[in-house]
């Protein structure tokens, strides 16, 4: 794989912008955190720090998908981009919605708008690129699985 000076420049800022988002969104979920623990938890909720492994795994391959996406210029290219950046968005504004403003249902609702970009996302993929698009399966089940939590601890709760 041959990499320009523009796609150096591209994976640094691709690099650079996950990792605002991923600081965002620690920062946000850790104003949070002495109220999440006084939460009843549905079942299956994992220990705190297998969170932080999970999301820089599934962080890694949404970098990995953006630079072969960025690389290629693939023919929807625009709206991959677009779904890329509303996905950022809604990523954050979960965690802002559920820890910091403690609205859970509204974070639920966030959280479905943010599985069906992932799985907008795949889809439009698959047309031009089967690994960009598997290497956004984890991140789709990973946030299946936290809006059954998400819905969980707002029944739970209240």
Aim: proline share 4%.
């Amino acid at each position: 794989m041959h990499y320009n000076g523009s796609m150096r420049i591209s994976t640094i800022v691709i690099v650079l912008l996950l990792l605002v988002v991923m600081y965002m969104g620690g920062e946000f979920t850790q104003v949070g955190m002495d109220w999440y623990r006084t939460l009843k938890r549905p079942p299956g909720v994992p220990p705190g720090y297998v969170f932080s492994f999970v999301w820089l795994f599934i962080y890694t391959l949404i970098a990995i998908c953006l630079m072969r996406v960025w690389k290629s210029k693939s023919k929807p290219f625009g709206a991959i981009m677009t779904l890329l950046a509303l996905n950022g968005v809604l990523n954050l504004a979960w965690s802002y919605l559920f820890f910091t403003k403690k609205l859970m249902l509204v974070a639920f609702i966030d959280l479905t708008l943010l599985w069906v970009t992932i799985c907008a996302l795949i889809w439009l993929l698959l047309k031009t690129s089967r690994l960009n698009a598997y290497l956004l399966v984890p991140y789709a089940l990973w946030v299946a699985y936290a809006g059954y939590l998400n819905l969980g601890f707002w029944f739970l709760n209240h």
